[in-house]
Nanobody, 124 residues
Framework: QVQLIESGGGLVQAGGSLRLSCAAS????????MGWFRQAPGKEREFVAA????????YYADSVKDRFTISRDKDKNTGYLQMNSLKPDDTAVYYC?????????????????WGQGTQVTVSS
């Protein structure tokens, strides 16, 4: 069983930065992926980024590539999402999640554990 707690959300102006954290309790297997998703009002939850817990291979949605950076600290059992050059379209509730398959998943339905979400609001 893995419990996830996100933090770091808030209100920021367009062009600004935020760093989200996802603290995990319980063991995350090396083959697992930690993903970040977001959900804006009236929209479906969408994939943002993912990282393989063991080797740190990273994957990004095209909409955030070159602006967001996903990372993890295995010693702290914590994942991070550094978000730079934020745009109003990035406004959403951001969730971290963990899935235990051996391959990258971008469908949120395939993730096993979820945090409660943290609100990110980008003003224009």
């Amino acid at each position: 069983q893995v419990q996830l707690i996100e933090s770091g959300g808030g209100l920021v102006q367009a062009g600004g930065s935020l760093r989200l954290s996802c603290a995990a309790s319980g063991r995350i297997f090396s083959s697992s992926f930690m993903g970040w998703f977001r959900q804006a009002p009236g929209k479906e939850r969408e994939f943002v980024a993912a990282i393989r817990w063991s080797g740190g291979s990273t994957y990004y949605a095209d909409s955030v590539k070159d602006r967001f950076t996903i990372s993890r600290d295995k010693d702290k059992n914590t994942g991070y999402l550094q978000m730079n050059s934020l745009k109003p379209d990035d406004t959403a509730v951001y969730y971290c999640a963990v899935e235990s398959s051996l391959t990258l998943r971008v469908d949120p339905r395939e993730y096993d554990y979820w945090g409660q979400g943290t609100q990110v609001t980008v003003s224009s």
